[in-house]
């Protein structure tokens, strides 16, 4: 990855960097992507494919319908709000 495309990605996440940031994280993402493609020389063909690494069935809770603050109540205190909505500065440009 050049300093040209960490300067685009830097764009899109609304990052100001230093010329020796881009430098730095041209350089550190190189080196992930590198490493990846160490990682994909390995023979995984005889791996079974996991969705975790440990054997754990459903831990989630059940769902279960409980009391919860009226909308109204959540945005008492809110700094800035239109009806029972948050209002926050629009960035989009």
Do not use: C, G, W
């Amino acid at each position: 990855m050049d300093k040209k495309e960490v300067e685009y990605v830097a764009t899109l996440a609304r990052l100001s960097l230093t010329p020796e940031e881009t430098a730095q994280f041209s350089s550190q993402l190189n080196e992930i992507f590198s490493y990846i493609e160490q990682l994909n020389k390995l023979d995984t063909s005889q791996i079974e494919p996991t969705s975790h690494v440990l054997p754990l069935s459903n831990i989630f809770r059940e769902d279960k319908v409980k009391p919860s603050l009226s909308a109204e109540k959540v945005v008492e205190n809110a700094p800035d709000r239109e009806n029972t909505f948050f209002k926050v500065p629009n960035i989009i440009e």
